[in-house]
Nanobody
Framework: QVQLVESGGGLVQAGDSLSLSCAASGRTFTAMGWFRQAPGKEREFVATSSWSGQSTWYAASVKGRFTISRDNAKNTVYLQMNSLKPEDTAVYYC????????????????????WGQGTQVTVSS
């Protein structure tokens, strides 16, 4: 059974840093990443990393502030978030892709076959 378990969310002030983790179990994946969903908005792509970690993709809104990394020995993906802004407030979802959805881009949520339960990140001004 595949499980993605996120941790690390919380309440911080603007300019602070926060780190999210997502531990996967049950299988390995071609890519693992993060999406987020703010109240009243659609889920949006944040960042993703290939299995090797050599390829990464970021949304323009977080590039330069967020860093995604993977530890394949632990089957875990991390998201280091620096210089947080109030507009980063959202529920952050870990996502994992397999080869079955390879026709979609990594920025497309349809690329991902498994999802975590979400972790709340709130950035106060």
């Amino acid at each position: 059974q595949v499980q993605l378990v996120e941790s690390g969310g919380g309440l911080v002030q603007a300019g602070d840093s926060l780190s999210l983790s997502c531990a996967a179990s049950g299988r390995t994946f071609t890519a693992m990443g993060w999406f987020r969903q703010a109240p009243g908005k659609e889920r949006e792509f944040v960042a993703t990393s290939s299995w090797s970690g050599q390829s990464t993709w970021y949304a323009a809104s977080v590039k330069g502030r967020f860093t995604i990394s993977r530890d394949n020995a632990k089957n875990t993906v991390y998201l280091q978030m620096n210089s947080l802004k109030p507009e980063d407030t959202a529920v952050y979802y870990c996502s994992a892709a397999t080869i079955s959805s390879s026709r979609y881009a990594y920025t497309d949520s349809r690329r991902y076959d498994y999802w975590g339960q979400g972790t709340q990140v709130t950035v106060s001004s």
